[in-house]
C-alpha cells in the first residue's frame, strides 16, 4: 500500500511560467514532508520540507503548501528554468515499527522546462 | 560531490556472486540508510544505522546483508541475487536519524544481476 503518490509521472512547463507538483499521502501521523531533486546518474538533494503544523514554506523560488485535511502538498517553482528539469520526489516522515524515523517516499515525477 | 561516496556506480552480477557495495561519509553524521530504487517504484528503505547500530530492517531478504563498521562507513554485501534485484541502489547519511535535516544521498550503485 503506497502511502506517499505523486499521481502524475511527468510535467512539462515552459520556461518562466509557473510548475506545480502534486503530492498525498494516507498517513496522518506524518509529522514533516520534504521534496528531493534527483538529476539522472546522480541521488536525490534535498530541496525543501515542511512542518505538520505549517501550512506554507517558501524558500527562493520554490513555496511548499500543505493542506492536512486533503492529505496534499504541493511544491510550487516560479518562475522554472530549463535548470529544474529533474525528477522530484515528495517524501513523508513517519516512525516505523522498530521506532526509527523514516522517509517514505513517492514514485517522483519528471518534470521538464521548456525553453 | 554530495559528501556521500558509494562504489562501485555500476555493477553487473551473476545470480551465484558474492559482491560488495561500499557506502562512505565524511559528513559528521550518524545515522546512514540503504535505500533501494526499482524502475517506476518510489525509493524503498532497507536498513537503518544509527551509531553504528541497525536499528531497522524493512524485511529485506537475507540475500541482502548489511554492514556498518562504523558511523562513516556502510557496506551491503550481496549473495545469491535474483534478476529481480536489478536496481538503483542508493546510500543517505543524516544527523541523529531525524529526516526533517534533509538526508544526503549518494550517486547510487546501478545494480544488473544476470
Redesign the interface.
Same mark, same amino acid.
Given at each position: 500500500d503506497?502511502q506517499?503518490k505523486q499521481n502524475s509521472p511527468s510535467l512539462s512547463v515552459q520556461e518562466g511560467r509557473i510548475s506545480i507538483l502534486n503530492c498525498d499521502y494516507t498517513n496522518s501521523m506524518f509529522d514533516?514532508f520534504?521534496w528531493?531533486k534527483k538529476y539522472p546518474? *546522480?541521488?536525490?538533494? $534535498?530541496l525543501i520540507?515542511i512542518?505538520s503544523i505549517k501550512d506554507k514554506n517558501e524558500d527562493g523560488r520554490f513555496t511548499v503548501f500543505l493542506n492536512k485535511s486533503a492529505k496534499h502538498l504541493s511544491l510550487h517553482i516560479v518562475p522554472s528554468q530549463p535548470g529544474d528539469s529533474a525528477v522530484y $520526489?515528495c517524501?513523508a516522515?513517519g516512525v516505523?515499527q =522498530? =521506532?526509527? *524515523?523514516?522517509?517514505?517516499? =513517492?514514485? =517522483?515525477t519528471k518534470l521538464t522546462v521548456n525553453p | 560531490e554530495t559528501g556521500v561516496t558509494q562504489t562501485p556506480r555500476h555493477l553487473v552480477m551473476g545470480m551465484t556472486n558474492k559482491k560488495s557495495l561500499k557506502c562512505e561519509q565524511h559528513l559528521g553524521h550518524n545515522a546512514m540508510y540503504w535505500y533501494k530504487q526499482s524502475a517506476k517504484k518510489p525509493l524503498e528503505l532497507m536498513f537503518v544505522y544509527n551509531f553504528k547500530e541497525q536499528t531497522e530492517n524493512n524485511s529485506v531478504p537475507s540475500r541482502f546483508s548489511p554492514e556498518c563498521p562504523n558511523s562513516s562507513h556502510l557496506f551491503l554485501h550481496l549473495h545469491t541475487l535474483q534478476p529481480e534485484d536489478s536496481a538503483l541502489y542508493l546510500c543517505a547519511s543524516s544527523q541523529d536519524n531525524r529526516p526533517f535535516y534533509g538526508y544526503t544521498f549518494g550517486s547510487g550503485t546501478r545494480l544488473t544481476v544476470v
Open positions: 503506497q506517499v514533516y520534504l528531493y546518474a *546522480e541521488g536525490p538533494t $534535498f520540507s512542518s $520526489f517524501a516522515s516505523t =522498530g =521506532g526509527s *524515523e523514516k522517509l517514505v517516499f =513517492g514514485k =517522483g | -
